[in-house]
Every structure is written in structure tokens, then in C-alpha cells.
């Protein structure tokens, strides 16, 4: 049978066009294809990264969770929201006792019986009601937090002996020993720690002058040291018991010294010098300074 040649040329022609298109139709879905694929990689990779930062939040705010008494002191101490005393002075309409026991409720978790629950709200004093948080406390086997309440007690009055003397002992439970220096309630900051010789107690120099706010000076070639405050100068020498407090001289029972590269003296000379005052609490060895 004869074909017509110039028909077979034309059906060829349109069946390589067929395959080019079909071709090119399968090339762009495939092209398609990969590009949803890719944007749906894309699109995931946000939420990943959202996952992970919920993630790696939620860990940070585990690992950020603070105990009792961080919330109440902050950097203060361990537990609490800047202390109990800061939660009485923001608080004008109860009893100092009130708001303590509201604050062991809901703070501590402390377990209150309504009789001493009752006993607290009748507290009035602020001192006296951060004593008895610290009690409560102490009690509970919380030592490190009764602390914490009765250096508020302390602050809140810094006449009541008691106070520093209950600090002492609740320190002698977690170990702390040796000399305690108190001034104006603070616990000054000490390279080398009070001790006591031929019966007087010598603490640093300079930390018990700018606990003070006085100025302090240091003569290398007279080995003499300098304390300066409110129109009231107090020198002393090294090694020596002669001390002058406005150029008048004065016979010290102890001489100043230099102990492990810091200057220390008696605290009462140095303290009623300056107008301060200057108590001893011998149960718990405790110097306590104060202005009036």
C-alpha cells in the first residue's frame, strides 16, 4: 500500500510536538512540585524555630524560679521580695503582726495555728513581729530564713539588744563563729574579722569609719591614721597608745595595729569618738554601734 509521504512528514511533526510539550508540561509540574516542597520546608521552619523558643523560654523560666526567700529579699538574701520589714512599711493600715503573719502564710507556707496566727495579728512593734516571724521560722527548721527576719528585726530597732542577741545565736546554728560586728544594723564588710585583745575588741579601721561615713587618711612616714567627721578628728599611731581627737591627747587601753595589711582598732575609742554608741552583747560576742 502506498502512504503519502508528505502526510507521514506532517504526522511526525505533530507527534514530536506532543512529546515536547508533554515533556515540558511534566518538567514545570515537577518544578512546581519542588517549589511547593521548599516552601513548605520554609514555612515549617518558623514554627520549629517557635517550638524551640517556647522550648528554651520555658527552661529559662524553670531554671529562674527562686525560692521563698529570693522572692522576699531579691539580692538581699535568700528568699523574699526586699524582706519582711519592706512588706510592714508598705503596709500603713495593720499591725506590724498582721502583715507578718500574712506574709509567712502566703510567702513561707509557714503553718500558722489560728491561736498563733491570733498571737501574731496582736503584734504591734515591727521588731517585735519580725522576732516572732523568725521564731516561727527557726522553728519550722527554716534557720537561714529566721535569719533573714531578725536582721529586719535588728534594722527596725537598732536599740533593742535582744534582737542583735537573737541574730547571734540563730548565726551560731549555721556556724558562724568569732567576733559579730554590728553598725547602725548593717553588718560591715571586713578583709580581716574583730578579735578581741587584753580585753578590748579591735575591728578594721577603715570599715568601722565609713560604716560611720567618716573620711579616712593614712601618713606612711608618721604610720598614723586619720578619721574625719562632722568637725571631729580623731588621729592614731601604730604600735602606740597615744591617740589625739581634735589635737587633744587622749591614752587609748590598746594600741592600734596592723593585722594581715589592715589597720585595726578599739572600736569604743573609735566610736565614742565620733559619737556613737557602742554597745557589748557577751552571750553571742556581739559589738554593736549605733547612732542616735
Known sequence: MKVNKSWVIAASCVLATSLMTG???????????????????????????????????????????????????????????????????????????????EQLLVKYGAALSAEKKAELEAIVEKDAAL?????????????????????????????????YKKLGKLYKKLGKKGVLLYVNGEEPVMEVHPFIREGSTLVPFRAIAEALKAEVSWNAEERSVTVTRDGITVKLFIDSTTAYVNGKEVTLEVAASITEGNTVVPVRFISESLKAVVEWESETTSVIVYEE
Open 131 to 163: 522576732s516572732a516571724a523568725a521564731d516561727v521560722l527557726d522553728k519550722q527548721g527554716n534557720v537561714t530564713d529566721a535569719v533573714y527576719a531578725q536582721k529586719d528585726a535588728v534594722k527596725a530597732n537598732l536599740k533593742n539588744i535582744d534582737s
Open 23 to 101: 515533556s515540558v508540561f511534566a518538567k514545570s509540574d515537577n518544578a512546581n512540585n519542588v517549589k511547593k516542597e521548599e516552601a513548605s520546608v520554609t514555612s515549617k521552619a518558623p514554627e520549629k524555630d517557635a517550638a524551640k523558643e517556647k522550648e528554651s523560654k520555658s527552661t529559662a523560666e524553670q531554671e529562674g524560679v527562686n525560692s521563698v526567700t529570693d522572692s522576699t529579699y531579691g539580692k538581699e538574701g535568700k528568699n523574699g521580695y526586699k524582706g519582711l520589714l519592706h512588706a510592714i512599711e508598705n503596709v500603713k493600715d495593720k499591725p506590724a503582726g498582721a502583715v507578718i503573719a
